[in-house]
């Protein structure tokens, strides 16, 4: 419209105020319902800037207000009382140069219109009164074709994440409702992989754990509803982690759905609870006063499940009443899913010997040179060469309740209640060449023949063999994670300048896996061949896989594992207005993290003929069909005990870890100019004592006994920031600051296993005297901001850690490792010496990098096309850190580091419907140091591609088609930086949604 000469534009709006007044009834509703609600807002804003005091009448009554008035612009006053939301804009507006102008959902303030257009819009007739409460004096009319219409939707939710990003004192990237309801996301990790330096890595074919600037998922912290928060859940792949004691969130547990906004900060202050070096992620919740009235939603969604086939549901409801001062809400999700994932794995790489009779007359004599060890040129052979299959029935339900209550007095309370239930039903089949005689070692002197091979360099890439005994595998397990929450939190003034803000709260994170069961089949003296690496890994059988009189009973193993974390926290903090420009935060908090857990096994062998398995063939995707048990049949048979106790315990995995955290920190915020420059900074200072007890046992395989150490650290964490407007929409960002990471909890536990010999020995251990990682960082960014349509930003950022944790062999004598003298041989002391494999604080790493992003609406392109816009950025990190191979250091780059990673997203509105393409590419990670001389293991980089359209069949009801993963993109897995050798890739299928979303 903004094309239309002024004659064209008045015309339009008569006809455009002609075909409202017309409307029918249904639609007059739709209208109405779009109008901010009538309701009074409890309003105590200090002196200060326009911008800040109108983001805070936006929050606390739930009512849209977009601005684009200037930074500097100042309220002489503060303003206290009870108002009508367009009251409290008069109040905080008055005697300013701006304009106000209610518009479908909300307000519209802007820097005034010229005297001579305001005069003669105000000649046309009075604006009506906000709220339908009688205003002492009208509001300023603002030029209704100089500033662009309200929408709603997906653009939307875009502006005011932009607006969040702009306000803030901190560098940090925001997601909102809007955004991550209706865009094809599962979880949360789904949603943030859009926002700039945020990759994801993925299991059952959603996103599971985060990593942010190169930093990965143990330096990412995640706070929920404000307290930091830790939920574990496990992958079905061996291959990637399973169950594991790490501090990795898994935002898996989460529906995206229940969330009203993410924030991603980057940088630290010394007034936030320290941790995160990479990164802080923020989940907020939903609560009643985050709307200006009440809500009904109902929403019912259909998918299909990719390679598993079948439809799954998943249904989203809330319920939501509010008045002036209390507010109360109630929202759950469930779904449920089905997964299948399949491909091609090989166990590992290993250095392979081959005994003289086990290399066939078709291998030359250059090659059975080297697979002999004669020619001292090394060979690396696959292990296992695997077709395997994971499939996952899971279901996901999320509850969340909030109380919200504000008085006139300014007293603010909410609570927010969370509990989360992921549970997983998870099968793996699998057929490899890993039986009796199999290739699963890196000696091959049984009745394997290897009759012809091929050697690219020294990776033996493929082979023909006979005589080798195959393995089929069936294992069933069943895990679920409960996950447990209340905050409350106090906001209260205490005078005209001074307030104070308390939080409580309490998270606890419940992983039991009670059913993990495996049995195994075996076929000898097969043949087979395979290509074990490369982009089309296969094998070819000379046997008929599916004969189930080829196959007979070998082992039976079973396995339990439970993971708790638990975390406490409380927090108090005064915030004293000392003068219009200068602001000081003092404040304590206290936190608690514990973490218990245990990993049980027990294994049973069968000999040939000496047990009957029951048997059936593989029901599930594969790339082969095969003979594989049945599993309740089979235990029934061989009566093997499939309940574990404490006594099964697998030596070094039962320990607990308990953190206590002190701080105190105070942060002096500053308003200033910088010659006629507007400048906003703060400083500040933090003290951290950090108090952790790791109690274990050790075990020789005989024996057990406890083991309990302490540790205690301190730390002076300093932060500064400061944001400087060079034009008024041009902002420089800077930022400094020192922070700490604590170890992962494996790394921190008490546990041993030892192997003693009468020579010495072996032991194996965590460190509880682990120092924490340190990291200084430095960050810059330049944001340009282009009204509401959209922004561009570049930043660069540098963090240097002092010591980073890699794991060593060291010799040293057994009384200094603090075990007791109980496992040394008879006539040993305390000075024989042990191979001890330990973490250690290493030497420091750094990682630096860049970003860049821009978010556009494309109003200027001709119509249709105008309802396009775009969303893209792009992220370089690079760090490295020393790893230690064969008593040799090695730079390699940093745990879970993508050296390129970024998205995009093509979005379109129109009249009454949305639509939007996003891709999203994270390039080559590492993910593990790798074994047996191969240097690291690694995830290959990729790119998904997601689709959602959005079309509104009546005022209250939406309909939706979501499509996912639409390049059925590989997960590639391979060790060794240079030989890339296979170990694992998978797909699991593409998803698609049909769904409607009613809210009345």
Same mark, same amino acid.
Do not use: C
């Given at each position: 419209?903004?094309?239309?000469?002024?004659?064209?534009?008045?015309?339009?709006v008569?006809?455009?105020?002609?075909f409202?007044?017309?409307?029918?009834?249904?639609a007059?509703?739709?209208r109405?319902a779009?109008m901010?609600?009538?309701?009074?807002?409890?309003?105590?804003v200090?002196?200060?800037r326009?911008?800040?005091?109108?983001?805070?009448?936006?929050?606390? @009554?739930?009512?849209?207000i977009?601005t684009?008035?200037p930074a500097?612009?100042?309220?002489?006053?503060?303003?206290?009382?009870?108002?009508?939301?367009?009251?409290?804009?008069?109040?905080?507006?008055?005697?300013?140069?701006?304009?106000?102008r209610?518009?479908p959902?909300?307000?519209?303030?802007t820097p005034?219109a010229?005297?001579?257009?305001?005069?003669?819009l105000?000649?046309?007739?009075?604006?009506?009164?906000?709220?339908?409460?009688?205003?002492?004096?009208?509001?300023?009319?603002?030029?209704?074709?100089?500033?662009?219409?309200?929408?709603?939707?997906?653009?939307?939710?875009?502006r005011?994440?932009?607006?969040v990003?702009?306000s803030?004192?901190?560098?940090?990237?925001?997601t909102?409702?809007?955004?991550?309801?209706?865009?094809?996301?599962?979880?949360a990790?789904?949603?943030?992989?859009?926002?700039?330096?945020?990759?994801?890595?993925?299991?059952?074919?959603?996103g599971?754990?985060?990593?942010?600037?190169?930093?990965?998922?143990?330096?990412?912290?995640?706070?929920?509803?404000?307290?930091?928060?830790?939920?574990?859940?496990?992958?079905?792949m061996?291959?990637?982690?399973?169950?594991?004691?790490?501090?990795?969130?898994?935002?898996?547990?989460?529906?995206?759905?229940?969330?009203s906004?993410?924030?991603?900060?980057?940088?630290?202050?010394?007034?936030r609870d320290?941790?995160?070096?990479?990164?802080?992620?923020?989940?907020?919740?939903?609560?009643p006063?985050d709307r200006?009235?009440?809500v009904?939603?109902?929403?019912?969604?259909?998918?299909?499940?990719?390679?598993?086939?079948?439809?799954?549901?998943?249904?989203?409801?809330?319920l939501s009443?509010?008045?002036?001062?209390?507010?109360?809400?109630?929202?759950?999700?469930?779904?449920?899913?089905r997964v299948?994932?399949?491909?091609?794995?090989?166990w590992?790489?290993?250095?392979?010997?081959?005994?003289?009779?086990?290399i066939?007359p078709?291998?030359?004599?250059?090659?059975?040179?080297?697979?002999?060890?004669?020619?001292?040129?090394?060979?690396?052979?696959?292990r296992?060469?695997t077709y @395997?299959?994971?499939?996952?029935?899971?279901?996901?339900?999320n509850?969340?309740?909030?109380?919200?209550?504000?008085?006139? &007095?300014?007293?603010?309370?909410?609570?927010?209640?969370?509990?989360?239930?992921?549970?997983n039903?998870?099968?793996?089949?699998?057929?490899a060449?890993?039986?009796?005689?199999?290739?699963?070692?890196?000696?091959?002197d049984?009745?394997?023949?290897?009759?012809?091979?091929?050697?690219?360099?020294?990776?033996?890439?493929?082979?023909?063999?006979?005589?080798?005994?195959?393995?089929?595998?069936?294992?069933?397990?069943?895990?679920?994670?409960?996950?447990?929450?209340?905050?409350?939190?106090?906001?209260?003034p205490?005078?005209e300048?001074?307030?104070?803000?308390?939080?409580?709260?309490y998270?606890?994170s419940?992983?039991?896996?009670?059913?993990? &069961?495996k049995v195994?089949l075996?076929?000898?003296?097969q043949?087979?061949?395979?290509?074990?690496?490369?982009?089309?890994?296969?094998?070819?059988?000379?046997?008929?896989?599916?004969?189930?009189?080829?196959?007979?009973?070998?082992?039976?193993?079973?396995?339990?594992d439970?993971?708790?974390?638990?975390?406490?926290?409380a927090?108090?903090?005064?915030?004293?207005?000392?003068?219009?420009?200068i602001?000081?935060?003092?404040?304590?908090s206290f936190?608690?993290?514990?973490n218990?857990?245990?990993?049980?096994?027990?294994?049973?062998?069968?000999r040939?003929?000496?047990?009957?398995?029951?048997?059936g063939?593989i029901?599930?995707?594969?790339?082969?069909?095969?003979?594989?048990a049945?599993?309740?049949a089979?235990?029934?048979?061989?009566?093997?005990?499939r309940?574990?106790?404490?006594?099964?315990?697998?030596?070094?995995?039962?320990?607990?870890?308990?953190?206590?955290?002190?701080?105190?920190?105070a942060?002096?915020?500053? &308003?200033?100019?910088?010659?006629?420059?507007?400048l906003?900074?703060?400083?500040?200072?933090?003290?951290?004592?950090?108090?952790?007890?790791?109690?274990g046992?050790?075990s020789?395989?005989?024996?057990?006994?406890?083991?309990?150490?302490?540790?205690?650290?301190?730390?002076?964490?300093?932060?500064?920031?400061?944001?400087?407007?060079?034009?008024?929409?041009?902002r420089?960002?800077?930022?400094?600051?020192?922070?700490?990471?604590?170890?992962?909890?494996?790394?921190?536990?008490?546990?041993?296993?030892?192997?003693?010999t009468?020579?010495?020995g072996t032991?194996?251990?965590g460190?509880?005297?682990l120092?924490?990682?340190?990291?200084?960082a430095l960050?810059?960014?330049?944001?340009?901001?282009?009204?509401?349509?959209?922004?561009?930003?570049?930043?660069l950022?540098y963090?240097?850690?002092?010591?980073?944790?890699?794991?060593?062999?060291t010799?040293?004598?057994?009384?200094e490792?603090?075990?007791?003298l109980?496992?040394?041989?008879?006539g040993?002391?305390?000075?024989?010496?042990?191979?001890?494999?330990?973490?250690?604080?290493?030497?420091?790493?750094?990682i630096?990098?860049?970003?860049?992003?821009?978010?556009?609406?494309?109003?200027?392109?001709?119509?249709?096309?105008?309802?396009?816009?775009?969303?893209?950025?792009?992220?370089?990190?690079?760090g490295?850190?020393?790893?230690?191979?064969?008593?040799?250091?090695?730079q390699?780059?940093?745990?879970d580091?993508?050296?390129?990673?970024?998205?995009?997203?093509?979005y379109?509105?129109?009249?009454?419907?949305?639509?939007?393409?996003?891709?999203?590419?994270?390039?080559?990670?590492r993910?593990?140091?790798?074994?047996?001389?191969?240097?690291?293991?690694?995830?290959?980089?990729?790119?998904?591609?997601?689709?959602?359209?959005h079309?509104?069949?009546?005022?209250a009801?939406?309909?939706?088609?979501?499509?996912?993963?639409?390049?059925d993109?590989?997960?590639?897995?391979y060790?060794?930086?240079?030989?890339?050798?296979?170990?694992?890739r998978?797909?699991?299928?593409?998803?698609?949604a049909?769904?409607?979303?009613?809210?009345?």
């Amino acid at each position: 419209m903004s094309s239309l000469p002024t004659g064209g534009r008045l015309r339009a709006v008569l006809i455009l105020s002609g075909f409202v007044l017309a409307l029918p009834p249904a639609a007059a509703r739709a209208r109405d319902a779009a109008m901010p609600r009538a309701g009074t807002v409890s309003l105590h804003v200090p002196a200060g800037r326009l911008a800040e005091a109108l983001a805070e009448i936006s929050r606390r @009554s739930g009512v849209q207000i977009v601005t684009s008035v200037p930074a500097d612009l100042r309220i002489a006053h503060p303003v206290r009382g009870r108002f009508a939301v367009g009251e409290a804009i008069r109040q905080v507006t008055q005697g300013l140069p701006v304009a106000v102008r209610q518009v479908p959902g909300g307000y519209l303030v802007t820097p005034s219109a010229p005297t001579s257009l305001a005069a003669s819009l105000a000649a046309s007739g009075p604006v009506p009164p906000p709220d339908g409460q009688a205003s002492p004096q009208p509001l300023a009319i603002a030029d209704p074709f100089t500033q662009p219409i309200v929408v709603t939707g997906y653009r939307e939710s875009l502006r005011q994440a932009m607006a969040v990003k702009r306000s803030a004192r901190a560098i940090l990237e925001a997601t909102r409702a809007e955004d991550i309801a209706a865009f094809p996301d599962h979880n949360a990790a789904d949603a943030l992989q859009r926002l700039p330096g945020v990759a994801i890595s993925r299991d059952n074919g959603e996103g599971r754990q985060i990593s942010v600037r190169g930093l990965g998922p143990l330096f990412t912290r995640t706070t929920l509803n404000g307290i930091e928060a830790l939920a574990t859940t496990a992958s079905g792949m061996d291959n990637r982690g399973s169950a594991s004691r790490q501090r990795k969130f898994d935002y898996s547990v989460f529906d995206a759905g229940l969330f009203s906004g993410v924030e991603v900060r980057k940088t630290w202050s010394a007034d936030r609870d320290a941790g995160g070096i990479g990164g802080t992620v923020a989940l907020h919740t939903l609560r009643p006063f985050d709307r200006p009235g009440n809500v009904t939603l109902l929403s019912l969604q259909g998918r299909t499940s990719g390679d598993a086939g079948g439809v799954t549901p998943q249904l989203t409801a809330e319920l939501s009443r509010r008045n002036d001062r209390w507010g109360a809400l109630i929202a759950m999700s469930y779904s449920r899913n089905r997964v299948t994932e399949y491909g091609y794995r090989n166990w590992d790489w290993v250095p392979v010997t081959f005994g003289a009779d086990t290399i066939g007359p078709g291998v030359s004599a250059e090659d059975r040179a080297r697979l002999t060890g004669a020619s001292g040129d090394p060979v690396y052979m696959s292990r296992g060469q695997t077709y @395997s299959t994971w499939t996952n029935r899971f279901e996901r339900m999320n509850l969340i309740a909030a109380f919200e209550h504000e008085d006139d &007095d300014g007293l603010h309370l909410t609570l927010d209640l969370i509990h989360a239930r992921l549970a997983n039903h998870r099968g793996e089949y699998s057929l490899a060449a890993a039986g009796t005689n199999g290739l699963t070692s890196g000696t091959v002197d049984g009745t394997q023949v290897l009759n012809s091979v091929r050697i690219a360099g020294d990776t033996m890439v493929a082979a023909d063999f006979s005589g080798v005994d195959m393995r089929s595998e069936r294992k069933v397990t069943e895990d679920h994670t409960d996950f447990n929450q209340a905050v409350l939190a106090l906001q209260r003034p205490l005078g005209e300048s001074t307030r104070i803000e308390a939080r409580l709260g309490y998270a606890r994170s419940d992983f039991e896996e009670p059913v993990f &069961d495996k049995v195994f089949l075996q076929s000898t003296g097969q043949s087979f061949s395979y290509v074990a690496t490369g982009r089309h890994p296969h094998n070819r059988y000379a046997f008929d896989l599916a004969d189930a009189g080829s196959w007979d009973l070998m082992r039976a193993d079973v396995r339990e594992d439970a993971i708790v974390n638990d975390n406490a926290a409380a927090r108090l903090e005064v915030i004293r207005r000392l003068a219009p420009h200068i602001e000081l935060r003092v404040g304590a908090s206290f936190r608690h993290y514990g973490n218990d857990g245990y990993e049980r096994r027990v294994s049973a062998d069968y000999r040939s003929g000496s047990a009957a398995a029951a048997t059936g063939l593989i029901d599930a995707r594969s790339l082969a069909r095969y003979v594989v048990a049945d599993l309740d049949a089979t235990f029934a048979r061989i009566g093997q005990s499939r309940d574990l106790t404490a006594a099964d315990d697998l030596p070094g995995t039962a320990y607990r870890v308990r953190e206590n955290a002190y701080a105190a920190f105070a942060l002096a915020q500053f &308003d200033l100019t910088l010659g006629t420059l507007p400048l906003d900074a703060e400083l500040g200072l933090q003290y951290l004592r950090m108090d952790t007890r790791s109690a274990g046992e050790a075990s020789d395989d005989t024996t057990l006994v406890s083991v309990v150490q302490h540790s205690r650290h301190g730390a002076w964490l300093p932060s500064l920031q400061a944001r400087l407007d060079l034009a008024k929409d041009l902002r420089l960002r800077f930022a400094a600051n020192r922070n700490l990471n604590q170890p992962d909890v494996a790394d921190l536990r008490a546990a041993a296993s030892v192997n003693s010999t009468p020579f010495g020995g072996t032991v194996e251990t965590g460190n509880p005297a682990l120092r924490p990682f340190r990291a200084t960082a430095l960050d810059l960014s330049v944001e340009r901001y282009m009204g509401r349509d959209g922004y561009a930003s570049l930043g660069l950022f540098y963090k240097r850690m002092d010591s980073f944790i890699t794991s060593e062999t060291t010799v040293m004598a057994y009384s200094e490792t603090g075990l007791p003298l109980a496992f040394l041989y008879d006539g040993l002391d305390g000075t024989a010496l042990y191979n001890v494999v330990r973490p250690l604080n290493g030497k420091g790493a750094s990682i630096r990098g860049a970003e860049a992003a821009i978010q556009r609406d494309l109003h200027f392109l001709p119509a249709p096309f105008d309802g396009l816009g775009v969303q893209a950025n792009l992220t370089f990190a690079a760090g490295r850190s020393e790893v230690i191979y064969d008593g040799k250091a090695v730079q390699l780059p940093l745990i879970d580091l993508s050296r390129w990673s970024g998205n995009a997203t093509l979005y379109y509105t129109g009249r009454g419907w949305d639509a939007r393409l996003a891709a999203a590419w994270r390039g080559t990670y590492r993910i593990d140091i790798g074994n047996n001389g191969n240097i690291g293991e690694w995830i290959e980089g990729g790119m998904t591609l997601d689709f959602a359209a959005h079309l509104r069949v009546t005022a209250a009801m939406q309909a939706s088609f979501e499509a996912r993963n639409l390049t059925d993109a590989a997960i590639t897995q391979y060790t060794d930086r240079d030989a890339h050798r296979l170990l694992a890739r998978t797909r699991s299928g593409r998803i698609f949604a049909l769904g409607l979303r009613s809210a009345f």
